[in-house]
């Protein structure tokens, strides 16, 4: 079984910075592709980044390219999410998941793990 533990959510400014961090437990975390999702209050969860297992592409949802860098350290286990230039509109539960698969990753349906997630609250 995998779990998947998202920190780093808080309060911040507009234009601020945070760094969400997932820590994913389990022996073949370098097999997994992984990716950030996001729901905002009376909204559906949506795509914000993810890399497939081996690395070679990563994707990121129009709004956030230029801004949020997906990253993992596999020695850790661990996947961050940085976040720059925030606005409001990036308010929101961020949520990390895991697939075992490596295609279809913008899509929710594709991911089989998942965490509890993490508030970030961006201020005007």
């Known amino acids: 079984q995998v779990q998947l533990v998202e920190s780093g959510g808080g309060l911040v400014q507009a234009g601020g910075s945070l760094r969400l961090s997932c820590a994913v437990s389990?022996?073949?975390?370098?097999?997994?592709?992984m990716g950030w999702f996001r729901q905002a209050p009376g909204k559906e969860r949506e795509f914000v980044a993810a890399?497939?297992?081996?690395?070679?592409?990563?994707y990121y949802t129009d709004s956030v390219k230029g801004r949020f860098t997906i990253s993992r350290v596999n020695a850790k286990n661990t996947v961050t999410l940085q976040m720059n230039s925030l606005k409001p509109e990036d308010t929101a539960v961020y949520y990390c998941?895991?697939?075992?698969?490596?295609?279809?990753?913008?899509?929710?349906?594709?991911?089989?793990?998942w965490g509890r997630g993490t508030q970030v609250t961006v201020s005007s």
């Open positions: 998941a895991a697939a075992i698969g490596g295609s279809g990753l913008t899509y929710k349906g594709a991911y089989d793990y």
């Open positions: 389990g022996r073949t975390f370098s097999t997994y592709s």
């Open positions: 890399f497939n297992w081996n690395g070679g592409n990563r």
